[in-house]
């Protein structure tokens, strides 16, 4: 197989194989694919026999090269394809394999081929979008509260404006991205998850039509100070992929987080707001809003 590094003009390219994605797992969109590829972390593509291999690998972590489970218009591989494959692609361990699709599997099989470790940086959040849209009951009643207060100081003396991303908005949008990333350090070190993620938010806000990702920014005394960014995943969830917004706002992250749902996700049944990446205080927030369920991601590794 011949794999070439992946780009936004590839889009088009990777879409149809994603058009039936039997994969749970936030990883398995190829508007993240391309956004997250990013400085010593490369992300490539091959297509053979009809079947689309994806790749990932860390230039300071060579040990980790991988693969991500195949996507195919017309087969559904067994244990036994995928280690053929993984091994003519010239690779040994597929990553972010959804734990609901291991479990599709014969595990006898499975286990005689892989050996199987949990990812649990990389387990996802699901939600309820009808839960986050209306925030019904005790569970939510923190969220309610917050947002009421926020309604008080801002939207009721009308200094809240809230629009849909536009071209116009991006650059905007990027400069409170910068004001954000001070607040929180993600400059610090160019490798962190942080800095990762703000070039995969500025890929993905530059070419939100190429990448047909939706988004919406909050406008407060009308300087843009939150924006979310979603896209779909499959027949029934979303993805909310990004969510920015000034934690000096009382309320606003409770805000955004329910516009995102109303304006972005409804018609689809579910939200996956991805994994915490075993960050503490974002590992808190994603439980906080009471996911319904969670995606293990696992490694499947060759046993010999």
């Known amino acids: 197989m011949i794999f070439k590094p992946v780009t936004v003009d590839d889009y088009k390219i990777l879409k149809p194989f994603f058009s039936e994605n039997p994969y749970s797992h936030s990883v398995y969109s190829p508007s993240s694919i391309i956004a997250w590829s990013y400085g010593t972390f490369k992300v490539d593509y091959s297509i053979d026999n009809g079947n689309l291999f994806i790749s990932g690998h860390d230039e300071e972590h060579p040990e980790d090269r991988h693969l991500i489970l195949p996507l195919s218009m017309e087969t559904s591989f067994t244990p036994n394809m995928l280690y053929d494959a993984a091994r003519k692609a010239g690779f040994n361990r597929y990553w972010y394999v959804p734990g609901d699709y291991v479990e599709t599997l014969n595990a006898a099989e499975l286990k005689s081929f892989f050996l199987i470790e949990e990812q649990p940086e990389f387990k996802d959040y699901v939600y309820l979008t009808e839960d986050l849209i209306h925030l019904r009951g005790n569970r939510f009643s923190k969220k309610r509260n917050l947002i009421n207060q926020f309604s008080r ?6 200094r ?4 849909e991303i536009h071209p116009s908005s991006v650059e905007e949008c990027l400069q409170f991205l910068e004001i954000w990333c001070d607040q929180h350090d993600c400059d610090v070190e160019q490798e ?5 993620e703000k070039h995969a938010v500025i890929t993905t806000l530059k070419n939100m039509d190429r990448l047909e990702s939706k988004g919406i920014q909050v406008r407060v005394d009308g300087i843009i100070s939150a924006f979310g960014i979603g896209s779909r995943l499959n027949e029934t969830t979303a993805t909310l992929n990004f969510e920015k917004a000034d934690s ?3 309320g606003l992250y409770q805000f955004l987080d329910n516009e995102c749902a ?7 049944r579910y939200i996956n707001k991805e994994s915490d990446m075993n960050i503490p205080n ?3 927030s994603k439980q906080s809003y009471n996911p319904v369920l969670r995606i293990p991601s696992y490694k499947l590794t060759f046993r010999s």
């Open 153 to 158: 100081e801002y939207l009721q003396r009308n």
């Open 160 to 163: 809240v404006n809230v629009e």
């Open 192 to 196: 962190s998850n942080l800095a990762c």
């Open 248 to 250: 000096g706002i009382k």
């Open 262 to 268: 109303r304006r972005l996700f409804n018609g689809f």
């Open 282 to 284: 974002l590992a808190e």
